[in-house]
């Protein structure tokens, strides 16, 4: 079992910044894949970013790609998602989960946090 608890949510203006922490508890840190997924009102849940169990590999949707970063501390059992530029349109609640694969796919992803509210206001 891996507990997941997102933080560093809230508003911020359009073009601001904010970086979501997520912390894990429980098995192995270092033997999953962390993904970061996102849900807008009435959308369904869409793919945002992934990293390797390792760290070395990265993954990102293209509606982010360039503004959005991954990271992950194995060390501290944390992920990490810096967002730059923030839009209006990535307003969404933000999850975070943990996967024993690399994948976009939600399906692949076995724990899952309880989702951090990211407002941007234009």
């Known amino acids: 079992q891996v507990q997941l608890v997102e933080s560093g949510g809230g508003l911020v203006q359009a073009g601001g910044s904010l970086r979501l922490s997520c912390a894990a508890s429980g098995r192995t840190f270092s033997n999953y894949a962390m993904g970061w997924f996102r849900r807008a009102p009435g959308k369904e849940r869409e793919f945002v970013t992934t990293i390797s169990q390792s760290g070395g590999s990265t993954a990102y949707a293209d509606s982010v790609k360039g503004r959005f970063t991954i990271s992950k501390d194995n060390a501290k059992n944390t992920v990490y998602l810096q967002m730059n530029s923030l839009k209006p349109e990535d307003t969404a609640v933000y999850y975070c989960?943990?996967?024993?694969?690399?994948?976009?796919?939600?399906?692949?992803?076995?724990?899952w946090g309880q989702g951090t509210q990211v407002t941007v206001s234009s």
């Open positions: 989960a943990a996967s024993p694969f690399y994948s976009r796919v939600p399906r692949e992803y076995v724990y």
